[in-house]
């Protein structure tokens, strides 16, 4: 987000995400515009497109719907409906995406164009939770957490470990992927298989680019392959003892952080509904921005696939082709 100039603020998703596609620009900002009706039913825009990737926000606009926003997020039962939403919106990107690419090895061209206009309506409506990137009430967290806790420093430690996602991050879990499937070879299973089984489930993911304009080097079977050796000839049960350790402590720590924050609230049936607020905003925010990635990872590659098999050129296909299949 760029800083107030005549009145705006920008959005300029052209300088934050330089090698994106014309479809991942789009993506973002028709879900950043969006996000007041997604998130809360606000069915006031927040900003305008100026043009693909850029958006443009007046301050006051800004200003309202953020106080209305941050105002829900302190109501448990709002924050545990959003969380029920964001997870049917992934189950159901997933959904499309697994019969996507289902249909598209049986060559149904009809029916793959059906689940990725299926999956880019979902996709719309999760993305819109990619404001939790900036838009998180975290200091008024961190002034509540600081009356109770007694520091700043107590509080930010509270608030950091608050954000400890339920389940592994889309990279460790990815990672913890790799190690597992090493260790199914160096035990014997079938190389060939693991490694395109490898390839399909963490290739559009391993990897610091975007697989939308061209596919990730751990998409490819023989990739995946020699890094399954490599990381086979190491200590795979070794790097999973670690990580499952850490994990349990990070766990750990944000549980007793958590209870430590009630306790401090006891007495107080106001700031206990906060904290309460606050714990289930922190792990909402955490959990479906994890999943959020993953899953824009592998509809950008089921896309650039698609895009492949159809002739057309990834780098410009647009949200509205999508939802169309491609007859624009």
């Avoid at 606000?42 to 800004?62: K, M, Q, S, W």
């Avoid at 900036?134 to 109770?148: I, Y």
């Avoid at 720590?253 to 401090?264: E, K, N």
Wanted: charge should be neutral.
């Amino acid at each position: 987000m760029e800083p107030v100039w005549r009145g705006l603020l920008t959005c300029d998703y052209e300088h934050a995400r330089p090698q994106a596609t014309r479809l991942e620009w789009d993506i973002y900002t028709a879900s950043l515009t969006a996000w007041p009706d997604t998130l809360m039913g606000e069915c006031a825009p927040y900003g305008r497109l100026r043009r693909p990737g850029i958006v443009d926000i007046p301050e006051p606009d800004h200003h309202r719907l953020l106080a209305r926003w941050h105002e829900l997020l302190g109501d448990p039962g709002y924050v545990t409906d959003l969380a029920r939403r964001t997870d049917n919106w992934a189950a159901g990107l997933s959904l499309a995406l697994d019969n996507a690419n289902r249909n598209r090895r049986r060559a149904d061209g009809t029916v793959v164009c059906g689940a990725l206009a299926d999956a880019t309506r979902h996709l719309l409506a999760l993305n819109a939770t990619h404001i939790v990137n900036w838009l998180l009430p975290e200091q008024p967290w961190e002034d509540l957490l600081t009356g109770l806790l007694g520091t700043p420093a107590q509080a930010r430690a509270c608030l950091f470990a608050l954000m400890t996602p339920t389940d592994p991050g889309h990279l460790l879990d990815t990672h913890a992927h790799v190690l597992t499937t090493a260790r199914r070879l160096r035990d014997g299973a079938d190389a060939h298989q693991l490694a395109a089984t490898l390839a399909a489930t963490a290739g559009p993911i391993y990897g610091a680019a975007s697989p939308g304009r061209t596919p990730l080097p751990l998409e490819d079977p023989d990739n995946a392959a020699a890094l399954l050796r490599r990381t086979a000839a190491g200590h795979p049960d070794t790097e999973m003892t670690v990580i499952a350790e850490a994990r349990n402590a990070a766990s750990a720590r944000r549980d007793a952080w958590q209870a430590a924050a009630i306790l401090a609230a006891a007495g107080n049936p106001h700031a206990v509904r906060a904290v309460r607020a606050v714990a289930l905003a922190c792990r909402w925010a955490v959990n479906c921005e994890e999943r959020r990635k993953e899953l824009r990872h592998h509809y950008l590659a089921a896309v650039r696939r698609w895009c492949t098999r159809t002739g057309r050129d990834p780098a410009r296909i647009t949200v509205h082709d999508m939802l169309t299949g491609g007859t624009s």
